[in-house]
């Protein structure tokens, strides 16, 4: 499945995210799912829609967006959304949690939809200060839910006490 994330949506919700820049939002955001994404959505794609219509803030600065990014300057980042879903081969997820977005992508997929709340792809997250780029990552970042499990097997077929 590929998932349409509704960036800015995502963003200012997060705790560690909504008191950010805007470009500071963008890229955590990326920078998170790149990590996280197969935990988060398992083995699907995605990609974030920002919405850069109004024109304020930096769009792109370095001219390198991640590649799982875009930005719409049609009326709004939902437009964008609800026709990349209309025109949807196969049924398609939506992260977000603007209800009204939700019920326009239901209406609009000719192959059906998977609605997620914005909440659940960071529910876990702590605020992280604004400007503050050298945070170090969690320590657990990128790490199975089983992974002591895992461990545990592997030091009982190789001998290994703890």
Request: a positive charge; glycine letters at 6%; charged letters at 30%.
């Given at each position: 499945m590929h998932y349409?994330?509704?960036?800015y949506n995502v963003t200012r919700r997060d705790p560690a995210t909504k008191n950010l820049l805007l470009e500071e939002q963008r890229l955590e955001l990326e920078s998170r799912l790149r990590i996280k994404s197969s935990v988060l959505l398992g083995k699907a794609t995605y990609t974030i829609i920002w919405d850069a219509s109004g024109g304020i803030g930096t769009v792109n600065p370095t001219g390198a967006a991640h590649r799982d990014s875009e930005y719409t300057r049609l009326p709004t980042a939902d437009d964008a959304i609800v026709a990349k879903v209309r025109r949807a081969t196969e049924r398609i997820g939506i992260?977000?949690?603007d209800n009204e977005l939700a019920n326009r992508c239901r209406?609009?997929?000719p192959h059906g939809v998977d609605i997620l709340p914005a909440e659940r792809?960071?529910?876990d997250a702590k605020p992280k200060k604004a400007r503050d780029k050298k945070a170090p990552l969690p320590r657990d970042v990128g790490i199975p839910p089983n992974a002591n499990e895992i461990n545990r097997e592997l030091k009982k077929i190789w001998g290994i006490e703890d």
């Amino acid at each position: 499945m590929h998932y349409l994330i509704d960036g800015y949506n995502v963003t200012r919700r997060d705790p560690a995210t909504k008191n950010l820049l805007l470009e500071e939002q963008r890229l955590e955001l990326e920078s998170r799912l790149r990590i996280k994404s197969s935990v988060l959505l398992g083995k699907a794609t995605y990609t974030i829609i920002w919405d850069a219509s109004g024109g304020i803030g930096t769009v792109n600065p370095t001219g390198a967006a991640h590649r799982d990014s875009e930005y719409t300057r049609l009326p709004t980042a939902d437009d964008a959304i609800v026709a990349k879903v209309r025109r949807a081969t196969e049924r398609i997820g939506i992260v977000t949690s603007d209800n009204e977005l939700a019920n326009r992508c239901r209406s609009a997929a000719p192959h059906g939809v998977d609605i997620l709340p914005a909440e659940r792809l960071f529910a876990d997250a702590k605020p992280k200060k604004a400007r503050d780029k050298k945070a170090p990552l969690p320590r657990d970042v990128g790490i199975p839910p089983n992974a002591n499990e895992i461990n545990r097997e592997l030091k009982k077929i190789w001998g290994i006490e703890d």
